[in-house]
Protein backbone atom coordinates (compact mmCIF):
# COMPACT_ATOMS: atom_id res chain seq x y z
CA UNK A 1 0.00 0.00 0.00
CA UNK A 2 1.01 3.44 -0.90
CA UNK A 3 2.14 5.92 2.15
CA UNK A 4 -0.45 8.47 3.11
CA UNK A 5 -3.86 8.10 3.94
CA UNK A 6 -2.94 5.40 6.65
CA UNK A 7 -5.75 3.75 8.13
CA UNK A 8 -8.28 3.59 5.43
CA UNK A 9 -5.38 2.32 3.06
CA UNK A 10 -4.01 0.00 5.58
CA UNK A 11 -7.46 -1.50 6.17
CA UNK A 12 -7.73 -1.78 2.54
CA UNK A 13 -4.64 -3.25 2.18
CA UNK A 14 -5.37 -6.19 5.09
CA UNK A 15 -8.52 -6.63 3.56
CA UNK A 16 -7.20 -7.87 0.42
CA UNK A 17 -4.67 -9.86 2.04
CA UNK A 18 -7.40 -11.58 4.33
CA UNK A 19 -9.42 -12.27 1.20
CA UNK A 20 -6.46 -13.98 -0.50
CA UNK A 21 -6.16 -11.45 -3.08
CA UNK A 22 -2.58 -11.02 -2.26
CA UNK A 23 0.09 -12.98 -0.66
CA UNK A 24 2.06 -10.24 0.59
CA UNK A 25 1.32 -7.02 2.52
CA UNK A 26 4.05 -4.40 1.83
CA UNK A 27 3.98 -1.11 3.83
CA UNK A 28 5.35 2.32 2.28
CA UNK A 29 6.31 3.97 5.12
CA UNK A 30 5.54 1.31 7.26
CA UNK A 31 8.06 2.21 10.67
CA UNK A 32 6.99 5.90 10.10
CA UNK A 33 7.32 6.77 14.47
CA UNK A 34 3.71 7.12 15.72
CA UNK A 35 1.72 4.43 13.36
CA UNK A 36 1.12 2.17 15.89
CA UNK A 37 -0.67 -0.65 13.92
CA UNK A 38 2.03 -0.74 10.88
CA UNK A 39 4.56 -0.97 12.96
CA UNK A 40 3.53 -3.72 14.91
CA UNK A 41 2.78 -5.49 10.94
CA UNK A 42 6.00 -4.71 10.20
CA UNK A 43 7.84 -6.35 13.06
CA UNK A 44 5.75 -9.64 12.63
CA UNK A 45 4.92 -10.31 8.63
CA UNK A 46 4.47 -7.31 6.01
CA UNK A 47 7.01 -6.01 4.19
CA UNK A 48 7.79 -2.36 4.79
CA UNK A 49 9.70 0.23 3.14
CA UNK A 50 10.78 4.27 2.90
CA UNK A 51 10.53 5.38 -0.81
CA UNK A 52 13.93 6.96 -2.12
CA UNK A 53 12.49 9.50 -3.24
CA UNK A 54 9.80 10.37 -0.79
CA UNK A 55 6.77 10.01 -3.06
CA UNK A 56 4.64 8.15 -5.25
CA UNK A 57 7.65 7.59 -8.44
CA UNK A 58 9.66 6.05 -5.48
CA UNK A 59 7.44 3.66 -4.60
CA UNK A 60 6.99 2.81 -8.25
CA UNK A 61 10.80 2.47 -8.28
CA UNK A 62 10.55 0.55 -5.08
CA UNK A 63 8.08 -1.96 -6.53
CA UNK A 64 9.35 -2.96 -9.55
CA UNK A 65 13.14 -3.75 -8.16
CA UNK A 66 11.23 -5.67 -5.26
CA UNK A 67 9.18 -7.35 -7.48
CA UNK A 68 12.32 -8.42 -9.92
CA UNK A 69 13.75 -9.62 -6.74
CA UNK A 70 11.07 -11.76 -4.99
CA UNK A 71 9.80 -13.25 -8.86
CA UNK A 72 6.34 -11.04 -8.36
CA UNK A 73 4.49 -11.21 -11.34
CA UNK A 74 1.57 -9.44 -10.22
CA UNK A 75 1.00 -6.65 -8.01
CA UNK A 76 -1.80 -5.01 -6.25
CA UNK A 77 -1.62 -1.29 -5.41
CA UNK A 78 -3.62 0.00 -2.86
CA UNK A 79 -3.95 3.97 -2.58
CA UNK A 80 -6.67 6.49 -2.19
CA UNK A 81 -9.72 6.81 -4.85
CA UNK A 82 -8.91 9.83 -5.90
CA UNK A 83 -4.89 8.83 -6.80
CA UNK A 84 -5.88 5.66 -8.35
CA UNK A 85 -5.19 7.00 -11.69
CA UNK A 86 -1.43 9.13 -11.03
CA UNK A 87 -0.59 6.00 -9.18
CA UNK A 88 -0.80 3.62 -11.78
CA UNK A 89 0.77 5.74 -14.73
CA UNK A 90 3.25 6.08 -12.55
CA UNK A 91 3.49 2.75 -11.34
CA UNK A 92 3.11 1.35 -15.32
CA UNK A 93 6.45 3.28 -15.79
CA UNK A 94 8.75 0.92 -13.51
CA UNK A 95 6.71 -2.23 -13.56
CA UNK A 96 5.77 -4.18 -16.73
CA UNK A 97 4.66 -7.18 -14.77
CA UNK A 98 0.44 -7.55 -14.00
CA UNK A 99 -1.28 -4.70 -12.03
CA UNK A 100 -4.45 -3.82 -10.43
CA UNK A 101 -4.34 -0.32 -8.44
CA UNK A 102 -6.85 -0.54 -5.85
CA UNK A 103 -8.95 2.78 -4.36
CA UNK A 104 -9.56 3.02 -0.37
CA UNK A 105 -12.06 5.74 0.52
CA UNK A 106 -10.66 8.07 2.79
CA UNK A 107 -12.27 10.36 5.17
CA UNK A 108 -14.02 13.60 3.42
CA UNK A 109 -11.67 16.13 4.44
CA UNK A 110 -8.71 13.87 3.35
CA UNK A 111 -10.44 13.46 -0.18
CA UNK A 112 -11.17 17.46 -0.12
CA UNK A 113 -7.24 18.06 0.16
CA UNK A 114 -6.38 15.19 -1.99
CA UNK A 115 -8.47 16.14 -4.92
CA UNK A 116 -7.05 19.86 -4.74
CA UNK A 117 -3.39 17.90 -4.73
CA UNK A 118 -4.39 15.61 -7.53
CA UNK A 119 -4.78 17.97 -10.98
CA UNK A 120 -1.33 19.65 -10.29
CA UNK A 121 0.58 16.68 -9.58
CA UNK A 122 -1.27 14.89 -12.42
CA UNK A 123 -0.53 17.83 -15.07
CA UNK A 124 3.70 17.38 -13.27
CA UNK A 125 3.85 13.68 -14.15
CA UNK A 126 2.49 14.04 -17.50
CA UNK A 127 3.72 16.93 -18.78
CA UNK A 128 7.14 17.50 -16.45
CA UNK A 129 8.36 14.21 -15.31
CA UNK A 130 7.55 11.18 -17.41
CA UNK A 131 10.36 8.87 -16.27
CA UNK A 132 10.75 5.76 -13.97
Known sequence: MLSGGREHRLAEGRRLVAEGVADT???SDGRA?????ANALCRA???CFR???YSTQGEARWIADEAELRDWDSVVVVTSTYHVRRARMIVERCYDGELAVVGADPPLENRLIGIAWEWPKAVYYLAVNRAC
Open 33 to 37: PGWVE
Open 45 to 47: RAV
Open 25 to 27: LVI
Open 51 to 53: PDP
